[in-house]
């Protein structure tokens, strides 16, 4: 899931720090998302679902199909 987030952020030509911005979070709390040093919250796995324009089942790994319902 952790690479998998940051390789949508990469795609998109996102800082971490542009991503953080947007999720009203610190650059530092989101570089632990992508490290996997935290558990990504509910409510951010949501709100990357919706940037993306993916599923959360694409983001947690469970599809490898990134436009799967949501």
């Known amino acids: 899931m952790y690479k998998r987030i940051r390789d949508l ?10 991503l953080a911005k947007l999720l009203n ?11 996997g040093e935290n558990d990504i919250p509910t409510g951010i796995l949501i709100k990357l679902a919706d940037l993306y324009d993916t599923g959360i089942d694409y983001l947690l790994g469970q599809t490898d199909n990134p436009k799967q319902a949501k």
Request: aromatic share 10%.
């Open 9 to 18: 952020r990469v795609d998109a030509d996102m800082s971490q720090t542009q």
């Open 25 to 35: 979070m610190s650059q530092t709390g989101y570089s632990k998302y992508e490290t």
